[in-house]
């Protein structure tokens, strides 16, 4: 009879590094109404859904493109840039893991901002580097002097950061851009409610990569389809370490549909989730609740207890992402923006549950 592999035999066989990766636990989400998670709550784009439906059933049955030549191409005219400027992959997450595998040294420095999105770290030591968080300043903007000294092999930036919602301040960026010792990369998963993107840096000769996400103003998350912007060069190492199709067939044609003819929905979406985000701001200010100013589609509130605070919501049916003490912030609760009767029904339970 064969013994089952018990933890104590992983131990000694699995990875240095490794017990430090906790498996990722997604937020609440479970409630009727989910603003955790910053998809769009509109929904997924008209033309998405019929290319779904009229997806030819033998389709399945064979391999997609291994790298989505097609899609990349209206990505590129979407991003203003050459499409072998362009890597695709199985959402964004995928892009930045293989940036950190095609550009990783065992124990090498990946520089974060801090507060910043929570994969960085996780995909740094799956790749064997060692994340470093140098906290945001007071005016929650890039510690420029502190993470170039660090002198990192890959630094990763975010503007509008996640979970903080501002920009980063285009000096700060530019200032990274020119100095930063190794790869940058700047996500910008949210830069369609920000109206401003950092391509025109590509143009220098710096090793930069600009990831971007079809989940958030594209309606597409559960098709998991990112991209990645870059010199031809640089985005071919990507590739290589993403590995070929990555990008199934069928979304591949969902979102070649949205690109080629559905960038007016998204575009009139993400319109309206900007004016929601200012009236959401304003409706908590008149009630005394503060919240921190946002170029993306979701806002951060700096509350007494975010655990309780975000349970308290769970139980009027709304689904927040609480974030327990936030390095310069405390605790907080991060806010989807959606339409109005969402947002409405979410000042409500804010109101109350305070
Ligand atoms: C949501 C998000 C992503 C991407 O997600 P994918 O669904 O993997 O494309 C990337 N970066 C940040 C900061 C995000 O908030």
Redesign the pocket.
Known sequence: MSIPLTVSALDSIRRKGYEAIPLYQAGAGQCALDLSD?TNLWGTPPSALRAIGEFAGDSAARYPAAYSPALAELLADYAGVRPDMVVTGC????VIDAALRAFSAEGGKVCLPSPS?SMIPVFARANGMEPVAIPLTGDLDLDVEAMLAERARITYI?SPN?PTGGSMSPAAVRTIADRATGLLII?E?YFEFAGESHTALLESNRPILI?R?M??AFGL?GL?L?YGLGSPDLVREVAKARGPYKVSAVADAAARAVLAGDRDWVAARCEEAIVNRGRFADALAERGIRSLESRANFVLLPVDDAVAQAAELAKGGVSVRAFPGLPLIGDALRITIGPWAMMERCIALLTTSR
């Open positions: 910053n959402g964004s997450d995928d999105f975010c996640n996500d998963a990831t996400t989940s958030k998350a998991r990112g």
